[in-house]
């Protein structure tokens, strides 16, 4: 499959929350989503904005040091990890995420280079990046589900589309 992708300009965090609330109702409570780019870049603010999304109103922590925090939402369960600290893709086995990942969830990966040999193909690639004081945003589709989730957004965010 070609790749597809989408490119968006975000102003501040309320944006790039907005942004994930959309991508939230776009993926309608399902998906494998890689997130990458810089510390600071607001790979967390974005998880925010898509776990809001869901329905969740508790805090959203970064699990740097847990590597994974599980969430109930209104469309079922989501899971956010951070593998920034992993010190090794095989301690992924320990975490339960391949069980995790059979059914239908939501599951949001900070870092997903870190587990490269492990982590299965996402749905969803988001690359964010510092420009000019905003997030530049791209988001590469990796899958048939994941084309259908961009054609989505893409159709609810155009005018902020850079």
């Known amino acids: 499959m070609a790749e597809a992708a989408g490119r968006w300009l975000l102003q501040g965090e309320?944006?790039?929350e907005a942004f994930g609330r959309a991508l939230a109702r776009a993926c309608g409570g399902h998906a494998l989503?890689?997130?990458?780019?810089?510390?600071?870049?607001?790979?967390?603010?974005?998880?925010?904005?898509?776990?809001?999304?869901?329905?969740?109103?508790?805090?959203?922590?970064?699990?740097?040091y847990t590597l994974l925090e599980p969430y109930?939402?209104?469309?079922?369960?989501?899971?956010?990890?951070?593998?920034?600290?992993?010190?090794?893709?095989?301690?992924?086995?320990y975490l339960g995420l391949r069980e995790l990942l059979r059914g239908p969830a939501l599951v949001l990966v900070e870092w997903p280079e870190r587990g490269r040999g492990w982590l299965p193909p996402p749905d969803l690639r988001i690359r964010l990046e510092h420009r000019d004081g905003a997030r530049a945003l791209r988001v590469g589709a990796e899958s048939g589900r994941g084309a259908e989730i961009l054609d989505r957004l893409i159709r609810e965010h155009a005018l902020i589309q850079d």
């Open 33 to 64: 989503i890689y997130l990458e780019g810089d510390l600071g870049s607001g790979k967390t603010t974005l998880a925010r904005g898509v776990l809001r999304g869901l329905g969740h109103r508790g805090p959203v922590r970064s699990p740097t």
């Open 14 to 16: 309320a944006q790039q």
């Open 72 to 93: 109930d939402t209104a469309t079922g369960p989501a899971y956010h990890l951070d593998l920034y600290r992993l010190g090794d893709p095989e301690e992924l086995e």
